[in-house]
């Protein structure tokens, strides 16, 4: 038989490994990130590192998933804590639109760290010179299945142009355009300029960017919230002078019941950190992820993420709330 004081020891040692084993539950975080050739996967690693080491009783690891959706189902599910996301489709997961029609996804951004303005470019041999030219023209909508594709064409539709649009991988409407298969595409830029393959492009085949009209951006604006408007110089390559254009962010947002001061946490590591994201993903390198959030959101913050903006001294709109 157990003596005393030898239950009481294994009863202690059994109470410590259960309180061990919560808080180790507790402690351990899943970011839902994409596919691992991706320079994202590489950003999502470099956040795991910054809160591993600014938070020791957090173990943050990876998980290699297919993007957006997927890390929102996921999250819903309580199988990752937060994922990447774009604002937009974050927006019709939290408002039950489009893809998630009827099956609103409940998930608060913690911050956006890249912008992915969307630039309507056309050969300059092409005769258009306008959003209207494009009705009947053999034009690209963005990579098959891309935020960029499923945008475009809803930006198309609120303007009632219907172009004959031309299906594809990034390379093959590449190809169709310097082939003269097809007129253009829509391309996401790398922050204000073009992306390598347009620049490929642009390189061989001149090419015009084609801007928004104060009418457009208006109509965006109304029938489109989940989209941002961006201002672009413009420059030699794009053949044009500073342009109006749409686009969305690249961000990270949580699961529904992430608690507040778990977000906190992250949410500041992740700010004050100034060496492994630009490392790891060098568009974010010189850039204020808070203030870029706050100017690009198009859906509510976390809690916790409110109350590191706000503790620095920024004011959160009433529509991120």
Request: hydrophobic content about 40%.
């Amino acid at each position: 038989m157990l003596t005393t004081s030898l239950k009481t020891l294994l009863a202690g040692a059994a109470a410590i490994a259960m309180t061990t084993t919560i808080a180790s539950a507790e402690t351990r975080l899943a970011f839902g990130a994409t596919n691992a050739q991706s320079a994202h996967y590489a950003y999502f690693a470099a956040l795991a590192k910054v809160v591993n080491e600014a938070n020791p009783d957090y173990q943050a690891s990876v998980v290699e998933t297919g993007a957006t959706v997927d890390n929102l189902k996921r999250m819903e599910r309580g199988q990752l804590d937060l994922g990447l996301i774009t604002t937009s489709a974050l927006y019709h997961a939290n408002n039950g639109i489009k893809t998630f029609d009827g099956e609103p996804i409940e998930s608060k951004l913690l911050w956006a760290y890249s912008l992915a303005p969307q630039n309507v470019v056309v050969r300059q041999d092409s005769g258009i010179t306008s959003f209207e030219d494009l009705n009947g023209a053999r034009f690209g909508p963005g990579q098959r299945g891309s935020s960029t594709e499923a945008t475009s064409q809803d930006v198309m539709g609120v303007f009632g142009i219907e172009p004959d649009w031309v299906r594809g991988s990034n390379g093959e409407l590449a190809a169709a355009i310097k082939d003269n298969r097809a007129t253009g595409f829509i391309k996401s830029a790398v922050g204000t300029s073009f992306d390598a393959l347009t620049t490929d492009i642009a390189t061989f085949t001149p090419v015009q960017v084609l801007g928004l009209s104060e009418e457009q951006t208006t109509m965006i604006r109304e029938q489109l919230p989940e989209l941002s408007i961006v201002d672009m110089p413009g420059g030699e390559m794009e053949n044009s002078g500073p342009y109006t254009t749409w686009g969305f962010m690249i961000g990270v947002s949580a699961r529904p019941d992430l608690p507040e001061d778990v977000a906190y946490n992250i949410v500041k590591a992740v700010m004050e950190d100034e060496v492994e994201q630009a490392t790891a993903f060098p568009a974010v390198e010189g850039a204020n992820l808070a203030e870029l959030t706050l100017q690009y959101a198009t859906s509510p913050l976390h809690p916790g993420a409110i109350r590191y903006f706000e503790e620095i001294g920024l004011t959160v709109p009433d529509n991120l709330r």
